[in-house]
């Protein structure tokens, strides 16, 4: 039932007051004392080079098209398990099937070094 | 005076969300205290001692933590990206205390004509919702270690993605296994399943996947590679201070509390006691504080992993793993003809 959900947004509500109440304190409090020195990237004392915001490593990208790939089949999963015993063995069988299929493509991953770090 | 069932639908979980949050912030509040005094003795340290080392004394020593965070420079960065760097504490924060929404903390109480649930919203798919929940919290993370414009807090922000997407697959596929014994999403009803026998007994495998992907989730030793201190200074927390420091830091703390409150209401039995004995919130309270202390226990004694094991060991390991358990539940569920 969408009225089940009510609650959830009041919470929300209240979350979202705590995170700004918090965000408009620490403004307020505190010294306020900025330096050019103080408001550059740290790094480790040395002279900032460049900026951060650039390419980063394809790895990374390569692991979220991964996790949006599994996690999508996952998610087929949970009605499965939810009508698990009303299904029986036609159940485990459909399943069976695939994840056969999930597998298949699992292996060519694998042997791919889609999993390889480096 | 009668209220509008309207208002009561407004007011009632409006209460029950203030009790909720102020009770989680002060558990944050003293976890901190017990972490270091726990990681101290498995240490050989004496541990925080400038407040009060033993005696009520103490038990003031986050207060006197808080107090030196209100009072800290709250700056930022000039190159930062002032959205991204501002909201991304918030949303960290923000995510690990929605998650309690759906987590059943007592069985109902009767009072008069009035049941009081002992819970935020009673939705049918709680267990969706708590995946969705703990996926949001990536953005925090990410959010962070981008809009701060420092190399350190971009490759932390970029390592806890990957390291988090990775093992979420893991964790979603350990709970199905529970799924298919309860026949249901709704937290409330798992729970009262378990009265009796608890999940964990039929499903060890599955919560033993749950509980290596929820160090993983919370980027904890040995899985703290985004803070890793050695190599990234803070990780994503680099450029911040004052409050949104202590934002990040209660991100950390209460994400910890909500995966534990999952992983004892799904496979042992929220507030049910064993054997059925005396249930409410106090035997959740102490399976919570089970898992926190494994947590600080773990953190205290092993070492942590190089990158490339952690996704070699999520992706080559875990998975096939939770996929096999996933599979073999189903036959023998088949086979007993359940």
Partial sequence: MPIDFLPILVMIAVVAAFAAIALIL????????????????????????????????????????????????????????????????????????????????????????????? | MTLDPWMIAIIEPLVKSLVVIIALLTLFAYLTLMERIVIAKIQSRIGPNRVGRVGPLALLQPIADAVKMIMKEDFIPAQADKLAYIL????????????????????????????????????????????????????????????????????????????????????????????????TLSLTKIVEQQSGWWFVIFQPVAFIIYFICMLAETNRLPFDLPEAETELVAGYQTEYSSLKFALFYMAEYIHMLTVSAIAA???????????????????????????????????????????????????KFLLPLSLANVFVTAVVLVWLGK
């Fill in chain 1, 26 to 118: 620490s403004g307020l409090t505190g010294p306020r004392r900025p330096t050019r020195a103080k408001l550059e990237p740290y790094e480790s004392g040395m002279p900032p080079f460049g900026s951060a915001m650039r390419r980063v490593s394809i790895k990374y990208f390569l692991t979220a098209v991964l996790f949006i790939l599994f996690d999508i089949e996952i998610i087929f999963f949970y009605p499965w398990a939810v009508l698990f015993r009303q299904l029986g063995l036609f159940g485990l069988i459909e399943m069976g099937i695939f994840i056969l299929i999930l597998l298949v493509g699992y292996v060519y991953i694998w042997r791919k070094g889609g999993f390889d770090w480096d």
């Fill in chain 2, 88 to 183: 991304a504490p918030a949303i960290a924060v923000g995510t690990a205390l929605l998650a309690w929404a759906v987590i059943p903390l007592n069985p109902p109480v009767t009072i008069g004509d009035y049941t009081i649930h002992f819970q935020i919203a009673d939705i049918n798919v709680a267990v969706l919702y708590l995946l969705a929940i703990g996926s949001l919290s990536v953005y925090g993370i990410v959010l962070g270690g981008w809009g701060s414009n420092n190399k350190y807090s971009l490759l932390g922000g970029l390592r806890s993605t990957a390291q988090m997407v990775s093992y979420e697959i893991s964790l979603g596929l350990s709970l199905v296994g529970v799924l298919m014994i309860s026949q």
């Fill in chain 2, 265 to 315: 209401t799904m496979f042992l039995g929220g507030y049910q006691g064993p054997f059925g004995i005396l249930p409410g919130v106090h035997w959740l309270f102490i399976k919570i504080m089970f898992f926190i202390f494994l947590f600080m226990w773990i953190r205290g004694t092993l070492p942590r992993f190089r990158y490339d094991q952690l996704m070699r060991f999520g992706w």
